[in-house]
């Protein structure tokens, strides 16, 4: 009996030690907007597959279908990234979920490729 108590003690101690050290460990996902929206983003909308790809050195292009590309510069503001296409003046904010990996871009839902 002894032998039993022991051995489910120690197994209970076992499993608060691991629950206690599981607490408090944040997401191992990087969760930084600037981070995570580097990369190619791509949505298929009418049977057209439209990329966004966001480079680090805040340079990047949107491209649908067979068109060619469209050139931009990027800059987060507020945690949302803001595009600048070039020749431009008019500034484009797009809502990013880093956790899902999602871009919201006027109502369609980007997801990383």
Not at 58 to 87: C, H, L, R
């Amino acid at each position: 009996m002894k032998r039993y108590l022991f051995l489910l003690s120690s197994i209970m101690i076992a499993a608060s030690l691991s629950l206690i050290t599981g607490c408090g460990k944040e997401d191992k996902k990087d969760t930084d907007p600037s981070s995570c929206l580097a990369g190619t983003w791509k949505v298929v909308e009418s049977g057209k597959i439209k990329l966004l790809t966001f480079n680090r050195d805040k340079t990047g292009f949107e491209k649908q279908g067979d068109d060619s590309p469209s050139n931009f510069t990027w800059e987060m503001k507020d945690g949302k990234p803001v595009i600048k296409y070039a020749g431009q003046t008019a500034e484009w904010t797009f809502a990013l979920d880093c956790k899902n990996n999602h871009l919201n871009v006027m109502g369609l839902m980007y997801s990383r490729e």
